[in-house]
């Protein structure tokens, strides 16, 4: 739409603002023009997907190690996915949760279906920020506390209960003052989350695997050791499943490796197979919320409810968490002799199943724009992490393919 100078007047006051013809402008000059600003860009345009290759608008193939970032671990228009969108969008699209709707009860079932036992409580939302959101309200509500202990390196996200909890400076310097009551303690010290325990203390939350902050793994003691300490405290233990759930790391949940159950649990990303989702799953013990203390326009949506029962059979009829640990390890078999080569710049390169961390000894973005030019997409994990999340149903031809561009970017 073409706005022309001069065309809209308010009680005579021009409105010169709107004096923009945008018609002419492409895609990438539209995005920069229009968008808020916010996002970081790398000069391709993406337009088509398929399983782990994407295409761009010049009809260039890419292995794609970025996955959505974490939101396709099923693979871009995953025919499960894509089969129950089609049925349900000539069924019902918008049905707020003040009715009730079988798509959504259906989903409700799958989802506790695959949920460790007992996390028998669901709340619906759009995105993880909204998860994480939901489950530090939900801890208060829970404890009639107020405080969260969170994590060093720490990532959940940018609304400002999320961001509170969140670690990196740059994220949250911009808008304090943020919510009173959290702290942050060193990852994978049991200890330094008992220290900091206060009669005030709601919450621990926490990432089984460390994502965003870098790839980091606690040693097999800690999720254990953090929920003995919360049995012996009544503080709740919320773990943070949304870039480690639905398979990532070869488990179903980041939890199942040393068999921890939180009771809160945040999801998102992968749960709806590309689609905007997110969930709060709550110990059954805790029985329903009091009504009206939390909401959302959107959650249970029918449309993402039938995209999530889609994307949940998908990883159950393909078991999707062995496929993540047995081409996580053939991955793995092929990075990690780069750390020790002769002069490498690979410090060290950590994970598990397909959440993968190559940490340099120099800044990561030049290599990742080199990998890009190679034909490979991958994401940074702060400054010097090279962050691998391709999407699950990768071949193996397309990680040997994107292990020898890697190798040829690192030691070219
Ligand atoms: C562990 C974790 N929590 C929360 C979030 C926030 O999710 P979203 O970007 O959907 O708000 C992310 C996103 O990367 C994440 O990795």
Same mark, same amino acid.
């Given at each position: 739409?073409?706005?022309?100078?001069?065309?809209?007047?308010?009680?005579?006051?021009?409105? +010169?603002?709107?004096?923009?013809?945008?018609?002419?402008?492409?895609?990438?000059?539209?995005?920069?023009?229009?968008?808020?600003?916010?996002?970081? &860009?790398?000069?391709?345009?993406?337009?088509?997907?398929?399983? #782990?290759?994407?295409?761009?608008?010049?009809?260039?193939?890419?292995?794609?190690?970025?996955?959505?970032?974490?939101?396709?671990?099923?693979?871009?228009?995953?025919?499960?996915?894509?089969?129950?969108?089609?049925?349900?969008?000539?069924?019902?699209?918008?049905?707020?949760?003040?009715?009730?709707?079988?798509?959504?009860?259906?989903?409700?079932?799958?989802?506790?279906?695959?949920?460790?036992?007992?996390?028998?409580?669901?709340?619906?939302?759009?995105?993880? +920020?909204?998860?994480?959101?939901?489950?530090?309200?939900?801890?208060? @509500?829970?404890?009639?506390?107020?405080?969260?202990?969170?994590?060093?390196?720490?990532?959940?996200?940018?609304?400002?209960?999320?961001?509170?909890?969140?670690?990196?400076?740059?994220?949250?310097?911009?808008?304090?003052?943020?919510?009173?009551?959290?702290?942050?303690?060193?990852?994978?010290?049991?200890?330094?989350? *008992?220290?900091?325990?206060?009669?005030?203390?709601? #919450?621990?939350?926490?990432?089984?695997?460390?994502?965003?902050?870098?790839?980091?793994?606690?040693? $097999?003691?800690?999720?254990?050791?953090?929920?003995?300490?919360?049995?012996?405290?009544?503080? @709740? @233990?919320?773990?943070?499943?949304?870039?480690?759930?639905?398979?990532?790391?070869?488990?179903?949940?980041?939890?199942?490796?040393?068999?921890? &159950?939180?009771?809160?649990?945040?999801? #998102?990303?992968?749960?709806?197979?590309?689609?905007?989702?997110?969930?709060?799953?709550?110990?059954? *013990?805790?029985?329903?919320?009091?009504?009206?203390?939390?909401?959302?326009?959107?959650?249970?949506?029918?449309?993402?409810?039938?995209?999530?029962?889609?994307?949940?059979?998908?990883?159950?009829?393909?078991?999707?968490?062995?496929?993540?640990?047995?081409?996580? $390890?053939?991955?793995?078999?092929?990075?990690?002799?780069?750390?020790?080569? =002769?002069?490498?710049?690979?410090?060290?390169?950590?994970? &598990?199943?397909?959440?993968?961390?190559? =940490?340099?000894?120099?800044?990561?973005?030049?290599?990742?724009?080199?990998?890009?030019?190679?034909?490979?997409?991958?994401?940074?994990?702060?400054?010097?992490?090279? *962050?691998?999340?391709?999407?699950?149903?990768?071949?193996?031809?397309?990680?040997?393919?994107?292990? =020898?561009?890697?190798?040829?970017?690192?030691?070219?």
């Amino acid at each position: 739409m073409s706005i022309q100078e001069n065309d809209l007047e308010v009680e005579g006051v021009a409105a +010169t603002a709107l004096s923009h013809d945008f018609t002419n402008l492409g895609t990438r000059e539209t995005e920069d023009r229009l968008e808020s600003g916010v996002y970081p &860009k790398r000069e391709i345009t993406i337009v088509r997907g398929e399983g #782990a290759r994407l295409w761009d608008d010049t009809g260039r193939e890419y292995v794609d190690c970025v996955g959505g970032q974490g939101s396709a671990n099923l693979g871009h228009c995953n025919p499960y996915v894509v089969e129950a969108i089609e049925k349900q969008a000539r069924t019902l699209l918008s049905c707020p949760e003040i009715f009730y709707n079988p798509t959504r009860a259906e989903l409700l079932k799958k989802l506790v279906e695959v949920a460790p036992v007992g996390m028998n409580r669901v709340f619906l939302c759009n995105s993880g +920020t909204e998860a994480v959101e939901g489950a530090i309200k939900f801890a208060r @509500l829970l404890t009639g506390k107020t405080d969260v202990i969170a994590t060093v390196r720490g990532f959940h996200g940018r609304s400002m209960g999320a961001l509170s909890a969140t670690w990196e400076k740059k994220y949250r310097e911009p808008f304090y003052p943020l919510i009173p009551g959290f702290t942050h303690v060193p990852y994978n010290k049991v200890e330094a989350v *008992r220290a900091a325990i206060t009669e005030n203390t709601a #919450a621990i939350l926490v990432e089984p695997i460390q994502g965003e902050g870098g790839v980091h793994t606690p040693s $097999d003691d800690y999720l254990p050791g953090l929920r003995k300490l919360c049995d012996e405290t009544g503080v @709740l @233990l919320i773990l943070d499943e949304i870039q480690t759930g639905f398979c990532r790391t070869g488990r179903f949940w980041g939890g199942d490796h040393t068999g921890v &159950k939180g009771d809160l649990m945040t999801v #998102a990303k992968s749960i709806a197979g590309g689609i905007p989702m997110g969930a709060v799953l709550m110990d059954e *013990r805790f029985g329903p919320l009091d009504k009206s203390t939390h909401g959302s326009t959107f959650g249970g949506n029918p449309l993402t409810a039938a995209a999530a029962i889609g994307a949940i059979r998908y990883m159950q009829d393909y078991r999707l968490e062995e496929r993540s640990a047995e081409l996580g $390890d053939y991955f793995m078999s092929k990075l990690r002799p780069l750390a020790q080569r =002769e002069g490498t710049i690979v410090r060290e390169v950590r994970g &598990k199943g397909l959440l993968i961390g190559l =940490e340099l000894k120099q800044k990561v973005v030049p290599y990742l724009k080199a990998l890009m030019d190679r034909g490979v997409l991958a994401l940074p994990a702060g400054p010097n992490v090279l *962050r691998l999340l391709p999407p699950l149903v990768i071949e193996k031809d397309q990680l040997d393919f994107a292990a =020898e561009q890697i190798e040829a970017v690192l030691f070219g």
